[in-house]
C-alpha cells in the first residue's frame, strides 16, 4: 500500500567484538595445547525471558558455581550475622563486668572512648562484605556462588577491583548488563568471554 518502514542498522560495540570469542571458535577445553587462554561464559539475563530458570539449572542439576546477585546477598548476611554476634558477646561481657560493680563504671566508659577512638570507620560507600577476599559461598542448599555482584554497575567496579575474573572462580556469569560486563571485566586477551542468551518473543515479555 506504498507504507515503508524505517530501516535501522545496528553495529556490535568494538569491546563486545574484541573481548567475546566468536562463535565459531572451540572451547578452550577442547584444546589442551591452548593453555593461556582461559575464557568465562557469560549469559546475557533478559528479564522475564527464562534466565532465572537457566540460572537454577546450571546451579542445581550442573553443580556450576556462579556469578551473579546471589553471592554477594549471602555474604552480606553472613557478614551481617558475624557482626551481629560480636556485638551480642561484647554486651553480654560488658553486662557482666558491670553487675554489682559500680566502681567500674567510669573504667567502662574510659574503654569505651578509647575504643572509639581507636575504630576506623570502613570506606565509604563499600559494604563490609565487599571488602573481603574472593572466595565460594554456599547458599545452604547446596548450589555455590562467588561472592560478587556482577548485576550492578557499583558491583562490577567493586568484582573488577578485587580481580574477579583473572581469578577464575566461576563457571558461569550472569548478568543483564551485558556492555559493562564486557568492558570492565575482560580484558580481550587471556581472559574472554563466551556469550550465549535466552531470547522471548517481545510481546509475551512485556505481558509478563
Keep these: 500500500m506504498g507504507i515503508e518502514l524505517e530501516k535501522t542498522t545496528f553495529k556490535i560495540p568494538y569491546e563486545l567484538d574484541k573481548k567475546l570469542m566468536n562463535w565459531y571458535d572451540r572451547p578452550s577445553y577442547m584444546d589442551h595445547h591452548v593453555n593461556k587462554l582461559k575464557e568465562t561464559p557469560i549469559f546475557w539475563h533478559i528479564l522475564k525471558s527464562g534466565g532465572t530458570t537457566i540460572k537454577l539449572m546450571y546451579a542445581s542439576c ?5 556469578a551473579c546477585e546471589t553471592g554477594g546477598l549471602i555474604e552480606a548476611i553472613m557478614a551481617e550475622e558475624q557482626e551481629l554476634q560480636r ?11 558491670s553487675n554489682g560493680m559500680q566502681q567500674n563504671r567510669q573504667l567502662q566508659e574510659n574503654n569505651d572512648n578509647q575504643q572509639w577512638q581507636q575504630w576506623q570507620p570502613p570506606q565509604a560507600g563499600i559494604k563490609p562484605s ?4 574472593l572466595r565460594i559461598v554456599d547458599s545452604g542448599d547446596g548450589r555455590k556462588y562467588v561472592n ?3 548485576t550492578t554497575s557499583s558491583g562490577i567496579q567493586n568484582a573488577v577491583q578485587r580481580g574477579f575474573v583473572s581469578s577464575h572462580l566461576a563457571d558461569v556469569i550472569f548478568t543483564p548488563l551485558l556492555v559493562e560486563n564486557t568492558v570492565k571485566l575482560l580484558d580481550g586477551g587471556e581472559n574472554k568471554g563466551r556469550l550465549f542468551a535466552m531470547f522471548r518473543h517481545p510481546v509475551d515479555r512485556v505481558v509478563s
Design 148 to 150: 560478587v555482584d556482577v
Design 130 to 133: 565487599e571488602q573481603l577476599p
Design 62 to 66: 550442573y553443580n556450576f558455581v556462579e
Design 87 to 97: 556485638l551480642k558477646a561484647e554486651e553480654a561481657q560488658l553486662e557482666q563486668n
